[in-house]
């Protein structure tokens, strides 16, 4: 399945979301999405972005060992369907208004959690999905600043 379909899918999920849990649960599949995503771009992206993809992995890998992990089978797992990116420009975008819906869905669990653990939890996540659209945002500008130079190249190279 393509990453956009799979974003999506985690956005109206999440969108859904009523209990707490189910919140968190989310928000473990958003960050899992993340790092497959990231692992993706990282080997087979664009050469600019491979660095700041294999950091995305990277948070997404421990967003998720900060999160109690949902009880899922691996083909309940978004991120395990995961067959290609698609245009990176696009999935990147999404993957940064993602990140702000579940940014926007920790806070309101956490300022409703009776136990501190969960409240903690949910703080650790914040900064988890900050940290991740913050990889997301600096890949999108690595994009823009490659985007500026190719039609340099094209223009310094002459007519064809």
């Given at each position: 399945?393509?990453?956009?379909?799979?974003?999506?899918?985690?956005?109206?999920?999440?969108?859904?979301?009523?209990?707490p849990a189910d919140v968190v649960a989310e928000v473990w599949q958003s960050q899992a999405l993340a790092q497959a995503i990231g692992s993706r771009l990282a080997v087979a992206g664009p050469p600019e972005l491979r660095g700041e993809a294999l950091g995305l992995s990277e948070v997404g890998g421990r967003a998720c060992a900060v999160l109690d992990a949902p009880g899922l089978g691996t083909e309940?797992?978004?991120?395990?369907?995961?067959?290609r990116t698609g245009d990176a420009h696009e999935v990147l975008v999404a993957l940064d208004g993602l990140f702000g819906e579940v940014g926007i869905a920790l806070v309101g669990v956490a300022m409703s959690a009776v136990d501190e653990g969960d409240y903690w939890q949910c703080m650790e996540?914040?900064?988890?999905?900050?940290?991740s659209r913050d990889r997301v945002l600096e890949m999108l500008r690595r994009l823009a600043v490659r985007?500026?130079?190719l039609p340099e190249a094209d223009s310094a190279a002459g007519p064809s």
């Open positions: 399945m393509n990453a956009m379909r799979l974003i999506e899918a985690n956005r109206r999920a999440l969108a859904r979301c009523e209990d309940d797992i978004r991120a395990a369907r995961l067959s996540a914040i900064d988890a999905a900050d940290e985007e500026q130079r």
